[in-house]
């Protein structure tokens, strides 16, 4: 993914060279730029959106696992650990990726 977008913004000529400091930005010139919009915010938000679709599906799937294992009468002590675990990565992903 990031070797397509850099690609396609050198195609389209979206990058901004700093002469000073020898570094090519994406939409580095503007207050709004629609590069910066479309190489930076875009791919960022959809990352966020499929962790928190991942982490959902992750927590709905442990929360069914809990109610089979109350109704079995089994140990929910490493069920609790496995939410926690869920909760602590969810959480490092989404400060993590903003």
Avoid: Q, W
Avoid at 31 to 48: D, G, I, R
Wanted: charged fraction near 10%.
């Amino acid at each position: 993914m990031p070797a397509v977008s850099t690609t396609v913004a050198l195609v389209l000529h979206k990058l901004d060279a700093d002469e000073l400091s020898g570094l090519c930005e994406v939409g580095a010139a503007g207050v709004v730029n629609s590069a910066l919009v479309e190489f930076v915010v875009v791919p960022t938000l959809a990352c966020l959106a499929a962790g928190v679709a991942f982490a959902a599906a992750g927590f709905a799937a442990v929360c069914a696992k809990r109610s089979i294992c109350y109704l079995a009468n089994n140990s929910r002590h490493s069920n609790n650990n496995l939410i926690i675990i869920i909760i602590i990565a969810t959480t490092m992903f989404m400060v993590l990726s903003s």
